[in-house]
């Protein structure tokens, strides 16, 4: 399930949760558990719809290795989404959020809708956070656009992408980095002292990797700029969370970072 990738995920919630502000809680913290558990479960539901592409292109992967039957992997996921939705008590979230999660994985994956369906995913989760109101739609859609920009990058991790691709991830990337101090300039509580940095550690810390693989689009630098964009949910989400007027709450996340990156080292996020 690549489990330190789940790390990238209470950020959405506590994002959505300031945006909206809804004071941290039981609630709160019932809904973060939750969406990682439909996390978890995208992750196990993706290696059981790969498996046969990861027999030929990724051998080494849990199922086509042995170490893991197209069985338990189902099941470990089906688990997982009920888990997920018992312990999340915004019921229309979560349950768009679920049924996202097995759409992309069984239809949506591999089409040209599927980077909005992961993207929808990623807004969902911080809407849960929200508790579903409408204030954090800001903060779901930056979230959003960002998902979705990485996860159409990743179709190419095995081939190398074309160059068109990444300079539309970097332009994405750019306008990205730019909501939260947008939304600090019009919010009343925003903190632009702590806002300008997180964007900027967010803007450096996806755009090089992506310059690099635009010199030289292998694969290799492919996964590595996409990695990079897992990672980089963290300073984006401390930025939007800023943004609403958080401090401590964004400077809890983005300290979370550099622990992701020594993890995603050991497991790769990708």
Same mark, same amino acid.
């Given at each position: 399930?690549?489990?330190?990738?789940?790390?990238?995920?209470?950020?959405?919630?506590?994002?959505?949760?300031?945006?909206?502000?809804?004071?941290?809680?039981?609630?709160?913290?019932?809904?973060?558990?939750?969406?990682?558990?439909?996390?978890?479960?995208?992750?196990?539901?993706?290696?059981?719809?790969?498996?046969?592409?990861?027999?030929?292109?990724?051998?080494?992967?849990?199922?086509?290795?042995?170490?893991?039957?197209?069985?338990?992997?189902?099941?470990?996921?089906?688990?997982?989404?009920?888990?997920?939705?018992?312990?999340?008590?915004?019921?229309?979230?979560?349950?768009?959020?679920?049924?996202?999660?097995?759409?992309?994985?069984?239809?949506?994956?591999?089409?040209?809708?599927?980077?909005?369906?992961?993207?929808?995913?990623?807004?969902?989760?911080?809407?849960?956070?929200?508790?579903?109101?409408?204030?954090?739609?800001?903060? =779901? /859609? *930056? !979230?959003? @656009?960002?998902?979705?920009? $990485?996860? #159409? +990058?990743? &179709?190419?991790?095995?081939?190398?992408?074309?160059?068109?691709?990444?300079?539309?991830?970097?332009?994405?990337?750019?306008?990205?980095?730019?909501?939260?101090?947008?939304?600090?300039?019009?919010?009343?509580?925003?903190?632009?002292?702590?806002?300008?940095?997180?964007?900027?550690?967010?803007?450096?810390?996806?755009?090089?990797?992506?310059?690099?693989?635009?010199?030289?689009?292998?694969?290799?630098?492919?996964?590595?700029?996409?990695?990079?964009?897992?990672?980089?949910?963290?300073?984006?989400?401390?930025?939007?969370?800023?943004?609403?007027?958080?401090?401590?709450? =964004? /400077? *809890? !996340?983005? @300290?979370?970072?550099?622990? $992701?990156? #020594? +993890?995603? &080292?050991?497991?790769?996020?990708?």
């Amino acid at each position: 399930m690549r489990a330190p990738a789940a790390l990238t995920v209470p950020g959405d919630l506590l994002a959505g949760a300031a945006l909206a502000g809804r004071p941290p809680g039981r609630s709160l913290t019932r809904a973060t558990a939750g969406s990682i558990a439909l996390y978890w479960a995208g992750m196990a539901l993706n290696d059981f719809a790969d498996r046969d592409i990861d027999a030929r292109e990724r051998p080494t992967r849990p199922i086509p290795a042995g170490e893991v039957t197209p069985r338990q992997a189902f099941c470990l996921a089906a688990a997982l989404t009920v888990s997920g939705l018992a312990l999340n008590r915004e019921r229309t979230p979560a349950g768009l959020l679920a049924a996202t999660v097995w759409a992309y994985d069984f239809v949506a994956k591999g089409t040209a809708i599927g980077p909005a369906t992961m993207a929808a995913a990623r807004a969902l989760n911080v809407l849960a956070g929200a508790g579903g109101r409408p204030e954090a739609l800001p903060a =779901a /859609l *930056t !979230v959003a @656009a960002h998902t979705a920009a $990485v996860t #159409r +990058l990743s &179709r190419y991790e095995t081939t190398g992408a074309p160059p068109a691709v990444l300079c539309e991830s970097l332009v994405v990337t750019g306008a990205v980095a730019a909501v939260p101090v947008l939304l600090a300039t019009r919010r009343a509580g925003g903190q632009r002292r702590f806002v300008t940095p997180a964007a900027l550690a967010y803007l450096l810390w996806c755009a090089r990797p992506q310059l690099t693989a635009l010199r030289d689009p292998a694969a290799p630098r492919i996964r590595t700029a996409v990695a990079a964009g897992i990672h980089g949910l963290l300073p984006l989400q401390a930025a939007l969370i800023a943004a609403a007027g958080s401090p401590g709450t =964004a /400077l *809890t !996340v983005i @300290a979370g970072h550099p622990l $992701v990156v #020594r +993890l995603g &080292r050991k497991v790769s996020p990708t």
